[in-house]
């Protein structure tokens, strides 16, 4: 009998029950009519901890389904989750709301002839998807379907894919072609190529068994020419290994890594060409994140696999290059966590959120802002909308920002140490840093609170130096000090709280003259000097304090305050209804499924 979390098989040799995980590698962010892969678009061994999860994240049950497994995003306002049926006999496929993760208005979850689950999901277009799974008869599955409904395409069927058992993830570099990874039915990991258009084994390919592995869940695809696989292996370790998506064969030179630290490698996702992060994890059942070099499979140069102090991680996307976000869970909670995906460290400055009563196995993102996630409870699938925050690192917070130009922007606030006013340029599109910039500290300062660009090459920032406001004219590409220029103490302020620019030679800042008063300045632009002829003016009464802060203040609240709530740490025991490969090795206690009959 099949559940939404696990599907027992027996394996080759005596009768021994292995574990296949209904769950997949995150699937790509959305797509308009380009193909889509499992990377985003151009996207210590000192123990990492969220320390307390914000608020708890809705979650909605999906009618009709036991379980949904993966789930990925064709366009900004569609989403594609498979799963399992609500009697967990048929595959299922249910389109969704990304911005609510409802199902969408007018559609319902679609039933699957020909499958007995489906694990993994990814998409080539906006009019293209393919899920693999597994059928009735103890054979991987693969089948188009149509994004708008969650139907079969049309013409097309479920296709059993010879040589597998399972297939539980896939990923899809190019528009024609996808790559799926599950085992075969002697417990040997498999990799097969597929043809996007009709789910067949691609003309004149196989599925391949993958040496060193047990068992693979999951798939990314950095390139069209390189994807990684990852899963285990029969002596209880994680891996990852890199592969040839033409042939699902081992990339030319390479092997599988053996990812020590890991007990299970379940998700992975490719931010850029060089790097995955892959999510899991380890003997202790905790969730473990570890940066993959994709050429090779191996633990990136210098980093380790980071404990994350969390239930386990099941899959994760990565919306942008500079940020990922792993979901999980156990039967209490699920949680959702962003990472760094250079470290796979705990994101800088953020902490996990709580989705409320389910773990979630899948995730896809329509944006750099919002991640959709899905997962089951004991009384069907859900769905959880997770909104996303990228932090800036080298600072420790950002109080404004100005647009020059449609392309590039520029934000002010203060170093990690509050030592120095920071300012650093920002890509609008992704709200990342754009490559080659960098945050840049600003010399003569304590502080930035604002900013304005009367120009599309000059930028003036306003803040503090601890003892006096100041103002200083600043590159909105580079975030550096104007050339020649540098930062101007305002004397008769205290500090200066915002500016606005009348013209591409005078802006007009204002804040507090230092003793507890308003204070008003004209400043010229492209010195950051008071303008000829003019002082500061005193506003007197309108400040709010004599005690006037030295920086803007900041909010009292933190997330690490707050006490976890009950049931966050995962338990000594696995989760009902999962549980990991069998091995000999392990108690009786992990090899149980007290949800199967």
Same mark, same amino acid.
């Given at each position: ?238 891996? %990852?290994? =890199? @592969?040839?998506? +033409? &042939? /699902? *064969?081992? !990339? #030319? $030179? ?81 949680? %959702?966590? =962003? @990472?760094?995906? +250079? &470290? /796979? *460290?705990? !994101? #800088? $400055? ?83 840093? =754009? ?5 840049? *500290?600003? !010399? ?154």
């Amino acid at each position: 009998m099949l559940t939404f979390r696990k599907r027992l098989l027996a394996a080759a040799s005596g009768g021994a029950l292995a574990a296949s995980l209904l769950l997949a590698s995150a699937s790509p962010p959305a797509v308009a009519s380009a193909a889509a892969s499992s990377s985003p678009p151009a996207v210590a061994s000192a123990a990492a901890s969220s320390s307390a999860a914000s608020a708890a994240v809705a979650a909605h049950k999906i009618a009709g389904t036991s379980g949904l497994n993966q789930v990925a995003c064709p366009s900004s306002t569609e989403c594609l989750g498979v799963g399992l049926n609500a009697s967990e006999t048929q595959g299922v496929a249910v389109l969704l709301a990304p911005t609510t993760g409802k199902v969408a208005t007018g559609h319902s979850a679609e039933a699957i002839a020909g499958t007995a689950a489906l694990a993994g999901v990814a998409c080539t277009s906006a009019t293209l998807c393919v899920a693999v799974g597994s059928n009735s008869s103890g054979a991987g599955v693969a089948v188009p379907l149509n994004p708008s409904t969650g139907a079969v395409a049309s013409g097309q069927s479920a296709q059993a894919i010879a040589g597998t058992a399972t297939l539980e993830g896939v990923a899809c570099p190019s528009a024609s072609a996808c790559v799926a990874a599950g085992f075969n039915a002697s417990n040997v990991g498999v990799v097969v190529p597929l043809d996007a258009s009709t789910g067949q084994v691609a003309s004149g390919q196989s599925a391949q068994a993958i040496a060193g592995t047990e068992f693979l869940y999951g798939v990314g695809c950095p390139s069209a020419t390189l994807c990684v696989a990852v899963g285990s292996n029969s002596s209880g370790a994680g891996v %990852a290994v =890199p @592969l040839n998506p +033409s &042939t /699902g *064969a081992v !990339a #030319s $030179g390479q092997s599988t890594q053996a990812i020590a630290g890991t007990e299970i490698v379940i998700g992975v996702a490719c931010p850029s060409a060089a790097l995955c992060l892959g999510v899991g994890v380890d003997d202790s059942d905790i969730g473990v994140s570890v940066p993959l070099a994709a050429s090779t499979g191996a633990v990136a140069a210098g980093q380790s696999v980071q404990d994350l102090s969390e239930p386990e991680l099941y899959g994760l996307a990565c919306p942008s290059a500079g940020l990922c976000e792993a979901i999980g869970g156990s039967d209490v909670t699920g949680v %959702a966590v =962003p @990472l760094a995906p +250079s &470290t /796979g *460290a705990l !994101a #800088s $400055g953020q902490s996990g959120q709580d989705v409320s009563a389910t773990a979630l196995y899948g995730l896809a993102c329509t944006s750099v802002t919002l991640c959709l996630g899905v997962g089951g409870e004991d009384t069907g699938g859900v769905t959880a909308a997770v909104t996303v925050t990228e932090t800036v690192a080298g600072t420790t917070e950002l109080y404004g920002v100005a647009c020059p130009t449609t392309s590039a922007c520029l934000a002010v606030g203060d170093v990690a140490d509050e030592s120095a006013g920071v300012a650093v340029p920002l890509n609008p599109a992704n709200a990342e840093v =754009p490559s080659g910039s960098a945050v840049q *500290a600003v !010399a003569g300062t304590e502080n930035l609170g604002a900013v304005a660009c009367p120009s599309a090459t000059l930028c003036i920032g306003v803040g503090g130096t601890g003892s006096a406001g100041a103002a200083v004219p600043l590159a909105p590409l580079t975030g550096l000090v104007a050339s020649g220029q540098s930062a101007q103490a305002i004397s008769g302020t205290g500090f200066i709280e915002d500016v606005a620019c009348v013209s591409v030679t005078l802006c007009l800042a204002v804040g507090n003259d230092g003793s507890g008063s308003g204070a008003v300045v004209p400043i010229d632009p492209a010195t950051g000097k008071i303008a000829s002829g003019q002082s500061v003016q005193d506003m007197g009464g309108f400040a709010a304090s004599s005690a006037w802060p030295a920086r803007p203040p900041r909010c009292a609240w933190a997330w690490d305050s707050t006490p976890r709530p009950a049931g966050w740490r995962y338990r000594s025991t696995r989760p009902p209804g999962r549980s990991s490969p069998a091995r000999p090795s392990r108690p009786s206690s992990r090899e149980t499924d007290p949800w199967s009959p």
